[in-house]
């Protein structure tokens, strides 16, 4: 049971917009902590996609987007193309596990 | 160029011992803390730890407090992450990640290729 909770899968077609959801409680997310973004493709390595404030590094294309109110947060991703299918986690930190990073269970995107 | 090099696959069987290691180039290795991620086959990332290399400052996730060991030497600009006897359930793979802060909460922002341990009599 991740302290984070996302749902386990979501889809669209190509050129759509999807959005995935993190959400926490008073202790992570709602106690002020930023959320931040990872994409994982299969067999790779995670990916940072959406880190603080809706920042991108370096790379990632501006069809990725972050917004966090009260004690939830979300991914948005527009224009959906074949290469974004992969798994999609959220991150935060938690003050009640002494403040260790806590991540959301994944997301898996899947673009019919 | 950031790069986080991570030593290869292991094959252990319950009770061994074992360290991994993960070797920072690119950056002051120092001014960055290191987490560690483990990921079980077909499951989430777990958040273990992290370490700062320059004082050995360490904070471990609840979960794997007792568990793990996670060690940095500044001379070899390297963390290690290991265990004194080996569980089947350890069987996943382990990530080091950079974790820079900007705003109120780390973000890993570069990561190994990750170490496959398998644990198997």
């Known amino acids: 049971q991740s302290v984070l909770t996302q749902p386990p899968s979501v889809s669209g077609a190509p050129g759509q917009r999807v959005t995935i959801s993190c959400t926490g409680s008073?202790?992570?997310?709602?106690?002020?902590?930023?959320v931040h973004w990872y994409q994982q493709l299969p067999g790779k390595a995670p990916k940072l996609l959406i880190y603080?404030?809706?920042n991108r590094p370096s790379g990632v294309p501006d069809r990725f987007s972050g917004s966090k109110s009260g004690t939830s947060a979300s991914l948005a991703i527009t224009g959906l193309q074949a290469e974004d299918e992969a798994d999609y986690y959220c991150?935060?930190?938690?003050?009640?596990?002494?403040?260790?990073?806590?991540f959301g269970g994944g997301t898996k995107l899947t673009v019919l | 160029e950031v790069q986080l090099v991570q030593s290869g696959a292991e094959v252990k069987k319950p009770g061994e011992s074992l360290k991994i290691s993960c070797k920072g180039s690119?950056?002051?290795?120092?001014?960055?803390?290191i987490g560690w991620v483990r990921q079980k086959p077909g499951k989430g990332l777990e958040w273990m730890g992290a370490?700062?290399?320059?004082?050995?400052?360490?904070t471990y996730s609840p979960s794997f407090q007792g568990q793990v060991t996670i060690s940095a030497d500044t001379s070899t600009s390297t963390s290690n992450l290991q265990w004194s006897s080996l569980k089947a359930s350890d069987t996943a793979i382990y990530y080091c990640?950079?974790?820079?802060?900007?705003?109120?909460?780390?973000?890993?922002?570069?990561w190994g290729q990750g170490t496959l341990l398998t644990v198997s009599s």
């Open positions: 990640a950079r974790l820079s802060y900007v705003d109120s909460s780390g973000h890993l922002d570069f």
């Open positions: 690119g950056y002051t290795f120092t001014s960055y803390w």
């Open positions: 370490i700062y290399p320059v004082d050995s400052d360490i």
């Open positions: 008073s202790s992570n997310i709602g106690a002020g902590y930023d």
């Open positions: 603080g404030k809706n």
């Open positions: 991150q935060s930190y938690d003050r009640s596990l002494r403040s260790s990073g806590v």
